[in-house]
Nanobody
Framework: QLQLVESGGGLVEPGGSLRLSCAAS????????IAWFRQAPGKEREGVSC???????YQIDSVKGRFTISRDNAKNTVYLQMNTLKPEDTAVYYC?????????WGQGTQVTVST
């Protein structure tokens, strides 16, 4: 069974950077599309970025040019490099994968952008 564990969140000032990690077990990250979602207080969960098994990345417009998704197959980990962070990026960030018709989620990691 696929398991996902996020890490790397924290408190950062506006304009700062963080790198989130999504470590997978039970399946190879290179065989599925891995996505990052986020959920801010009082808002619905939204997709932020994903990377396909063919290493094709996608991002929503609000993070293009600031966030970069990448994958290390040897470490079975997907990363989300977040630069030039803004207060509106504050949210719990979740890692997601769909496999055999089932959706798998990590526990989430809190990102807070504030002075």
């Amino acid at each position: 069974q696929l398991q996902l564990v996020e890490s790397g969140g924290g408190l950062v000032e506006p304009g700062g950077s963080l790198r989130l990690s999504c470590a997978a077990s039970g399946s190879a990250v290179g065989s599925v599309t891995i996505a990052w979602f986020r959920q801010a207080p009082g808002k619905e969960r939204e997709g932020v970025s994903c990377i396909t098994s063919s290493r094709i990345p996608y991002q929503i417009d609000s993070v293009k040019g600031r966030f970069t998704i990448s994958r290390d197959n040897a470490k079975n980990t997907v990363y989300l490099q977040m630069n030039t962070l803004k207060p509106e990026d504050t949210a719990v960030y979740y890692c997601n994968a769909d496999q055999a018709g089932l959706a798998y989620w990590g526990q989430g990691t809190q990102v807070t952008v504030s002075t």
